[in-house]
């Protein structure tokens, strides 16, 4: 944990405002977030952060480098790796790595591409691009551990007006396997050929965004089976900015699974932005999200955040925001986290 703590700092002190172009046509660039987090409830919440009443320094610990090289007027390609929170710095996950080959308005592109499922699906590990410190776990940590797929996906746009931009994305995904926690468990997660669209409407500082994904998907454990269902996930999202405040708001369902949103308001100002942020989850249980914090902007690439939460949940074993299963004794069905966090680009 030090040794991941000096590293990211040296990143922030040294590397921050570096710029990495390492000939005309290819570029370095990448990303990370460090946190002091704190809950005060002894089972840990949050999958994959595990935060509980002890400080934790890198409980969002993420650094993800981005490798892009335009070889021709049409044709280019884009490799992305992160250290996810969850993952060890020596077994990062490969995020994406395509080609893609445009000819006027229509893009393909071929290879790991990101799942295009939310509005901030292109910078998910982003914690700068977005208002709050991490992005809304209601509707973005509910696809258990799908972040990506191999595939082809074609990309046309069309221009509606001077102001209007549409994006018609329909896209094939070979199968997969992923390998997701559950209440300190691990699970398999195994799809098949998949097929997904997704919609997007530009309007002047609008964006209205739809998604789309069917295959057949089996949860496994120690390779038996344990389901098969058909999934079927439909995702729709919305996001205004007007004068200097941002409003974004989300939403996630699988039919008989789930169905999670969230809303979010931000106000940008070229220091101190404070952000609120309220969000629900519906899967067997019905369990609730309060979010309050503002974010210090360092410099256009650093952003520093403090921000708290209050999770609520029903008094269940296994009631969704806390990671352990909690049998016997009280359970806790609420919680406080607090967090300080500072996020980077370069």
């Not at 390492?22 to 704190?38: A, K, P």
């Not at 410190?133 to 007006?161: C, I, K």
């Not at 997660?189 to 309007?203: H, N, Q, S, V």
């Not at 699974?257 to 106000?267: C, D, V």
Request: charged share 20%; aromatic share 16%; glycine share 6%.
């Amino acid at each position: 944990m030090k040794k991941s703590m000096i590293f990211l700092l040296f990143f922030v002190c040294f590397n921050a405002f570096a710029q990495y172009n390492l000939s005309e046509s290819v570029r370095l660039s990448g990303f990370g977030t460090l946190s002091i987090s704190r809950s005060d409830t002894a089972v840990p919440v949050l999958t994959y952060r595990d935060i509980k009443n002890e400080t934790c320094y890198d409980c969002d610990t993420t650094l993800g480098l981005q490798g892009d090289w335009l070889i021709s007027d049409t044709l280019r390609s884009s490799v992305q790796v992160v250290k996810r929170p969850q993952d060890h710095f020596s077994d990062p996950e490969l995020e994406w790595a395509y080609l893609a080959y445009t000819k006027g308005d229509l893009t393909t592109k071929v290879g790991r591409q990101r799942l295009p499922f939310f509005l901030s699906s292109e910078y998910y590990y982003v914690s700068a691009a977005y208002p709050w410190a991490r992005a809304p776990h209601n509707v973005y940590d509910n696809v258990q551990g799908m972040t990506h797929y191999d595939g082809v996906a074609l990309e046309q746009q069309f221009w509606l007006s001077d102001q209007t931009q549409v994006k018609i994305s329909p896209y094939l995904a070979t199968e997969d396997k992923n390998d997701f926690e559950l209440y300190g468990q691990e699970f398999g997660f195994e799809t098949t050929t998949g097929k997904g669209l997704t919609i997007d409407l530009y309007k002047d500082e609008n964006q209205l965004h739809f998604s789309y994904f069917s295959a057949t998907a089996d949860n496994t454990r120690n390779g038996h089976l344990l389901v098969r269902r058909k999934l079927n996930l439909v995702s729709l999202g919305f996001k205004t900015i007007y004068d200097n405040f941002s409003l974004s708001v989300e939403g996630l369902y699988q039919k008989n699974l789930l169905s999670n949103w969230y809303i979010g308001l931000a106000q940008e100002q070229e220091e101190f932005s404070p952000y609120i942020q309220y969000g629900e989850g519906h899967e067997n249980y019905k369990n609730r999200s309060y979010l309050a914090g503002v974010r210090y902007n360092v410099s256009p690439k650093v952003k520093l955040n403090l921000e708290w939460e209050y999770i609520r949940a029903p008094k269940t074993p296994a009631n969704g925001f806390f990671s352990d299963v909690q049998l016997g004794g009280a359970i806790d069905g609420d919680s406080n986290i607090v967090s300080l966090s500072l996020s980077f680009l370069f």
